[in-house]
């Protein structure tokens, strides 16, 4: 059960979109439509804020917006914020009723 | 408002035992998987294992020989412990509730555990 690869960086400016992806395997991210993302800034614990690939927990912006092709699953910021500045991680089902974490990605808005 | 509120050692030496408690404040215990999650210093998220309110387990392939997730319903707690540990295991430990499938929507603070001789 390896953790699933994220780039370790992603940058845009204020307004923009940005996409970070999170690639497995069939026996997880691409076997499976359980696959979640989370936002953690410094010091704070991680927030939910997309899961089952697509849904949105309540009280999350829209502008968060997650998606899945093959063996890859991406979250999509629309409209960058300088609050949007911080760790994210995915996760996904990995079978065998165990999940696992992304190596996750550091956002920055330039 | 639910609320998860953590607690244990934070400083441990090699080859002893880590013992976190979890307790569930201001919501039902029953009808979730209640989880711990670790992060290292600087680094991701490990999931480490889960249990329900009836007992039923489920833990990371790679820690499951060291790792035991139990639960006191009557006091709406779920504690975590980890044997054998090393400065491997320095990390901070999470709680969280599972809501959905792979969806951890509620989360403690978090635990600073340190293993050092």
């Known amino acids: 059960q390896s953790a699933l690869t994220q780039p370790a960086s992603v940058s845009g400016s204020p307004g923009q979109s940005i996409t970070i992806s999170c690639t497995g395997t069939s026996s997880d991210v691409g076997g499976h439509d359980y696959v979640s993302w989370y936002q953690q800034h410094p010091g704070k614990a991680p927030k939910l804020m997309i899961y089952?690939?697509?849904k949105w927990p309540s009280g999350v912006s829209n502008r968060f917006s997650g998606s899945k092709s093959g063996n890859t699953a991406s979250l999509t910021i629309s409209g960058l914020q300088a609050e949007d500045e911080a760790d994210y991680y995915c996760?996904?089902?990995?079978?065998?009723?165990?999940?696992?974490f992304g190596t996750g990605t550091k956002v920055t808005v330039l | 408002q639910v609320q998860l509120q953590q607690w244990g050692a934070g400083l441990l030496k090699p080859s002893e035992t880590l013992s976190l408690t979890c307790a569930v404040y201001?919501?039902?215990?029953?009808?979730?998987?209640w989880n711990w999650i670790r992060q290292p210093p600087g680094k991701g998220l490990e999931w480490i294992g889960e249990?329900?309110?009836?007992?039923?387990?489920n833990y990371n392939p790679s820690l499951k020989s060291r790792v035991t997730i139990s639960l006191d319903t009557s006091k709406n707690q779920f504690s975590l412990k980890l044997t054998s540990v090393t400065a491997a295991d320095t990390a901070l430990y999470y709680c969280a509730r599972r809501v959905e499938v792979a969806a951890l929507g509620l989360w403690g603070r978090g635990t600073l555990v340190t293993v050092s001789s």
């Open positions: 996760c996904s089902y990995a079978g065998g009723r165990t999940y696992v």
């Open positions: 201001g919501g039902s215990f029953s009808g979730y998987y």
């Open positions: 249990i329900n309110h009836s007992g039923s387990t």
């Open positions: 089952d690939v697509n």
